[in-house]
């Protein structure tokens, strides 16, 4: 298995664009996890989804971002617009159990390192 | 609201030797504990995992515990290797809610 596949994996925009960033989660995994990392701040979970259901958005910065997760194979995060104090490193993760209680070991991507001009 | 405490300060300790790291925190009982590893550019990757009614739990070199009652568990790393460097994060699941909460995270440097 190829294991939770990020992009792209360097991302470097202006303030102002949007950026779409991109995770396949490992095949028959049923819960999905985007967290982003900073030196201040560490690894902060932004949203989950439970097959392809958004269970958890309260850790989303604000309506600037967004995800989605259209199947089971795929899901987006976007930022619109960009501002530099979003630059960071933000990770995909995936899931074998089916969420809620006992979610269990997570496999996480190399993650996207973002940085906003 | 939750907090997850980890020794800011990064680890030194010679090879060799046992390392020890701290996961403290307040204002939960989390239904489990994992630990996982991360090494500079790369994502995390879980180690273990131990369970409220769980005192203690070991994978070759490793060893978890968790007190409950204290709301800690401990890391231990014996007979450590210069490749153990690295930062490790504890993280904690809300059982009502299926979020996995990370710690900031303690840097280990061991010294041949």
């Known amino acids: 298995d190829a294991g939770v596949i990020q992009s792209p994996r360097h991302e470097v925009t202006e303030m102002g664009q949007e950026v779409t960033l991109r995770c396949k989660p490992i095949s028959g995994h049923n819960s999905l996890f985007w967290y982003r990392q900073t030196m201040m701040r560490g690894l902060e979970l932004l949203i989950y989804f439970n097959n392809n259901v958004p269970i958890d958005d309260s850790g989303m910065p604000e309506d600037r971002f967004s995800a989605k997760m259209p199947n089971a194979s795929f899901s987006t995060l976007k930022i619109q617009p960009s501002e530099p104090r979003d630059s960071a490193v933000y990770f995909c993760?995936?899931?074998?159990?089916?969420?809620?209680?006992?979610?269990?070991?997570?496999?996480f991507g190399e993650g996207s390192r973002l940085t906003v001009l | 609201s939750q907090k997850i405490e980890q020794n800011s300060e990064a680890l030194n300790i010679q090879e060799g030797k046992t390392a020890t790291l701290t996961c403290n925190y307040t204002n939960y009982s989390p239904a489990y504990l994992q630990w996982y590893r991360q090494d500079p550019g790369r994502g995390p990757v879980f180690l273990l995992l131990i369970r409220e009614n769980e005192k203690e739990k070991r994978k070759e070199r490793l060893k978890v515990t968790f007190d409950t009652t204290l709301k800690q568990s401990l890391f231990h790393i014996t007979a450590s290797q210069p490749a153990d460097s690295a930062t490790y994060l504890c993280?904690?699941?809300?059982?009502?809610?299926?979020?996995?909460?990370f710690g900031q995270g303690t840097t280990l440097q061991v010294k041949p």
């Open positions: 993760a995936s899931s074998p159990s089916g969420g809620g209680a006992n979610t269990g070991e997570l496999f």
């Open positions: 993280a904690l699941e809300y059982s009502d809610t299926g979020k996995l909460i």
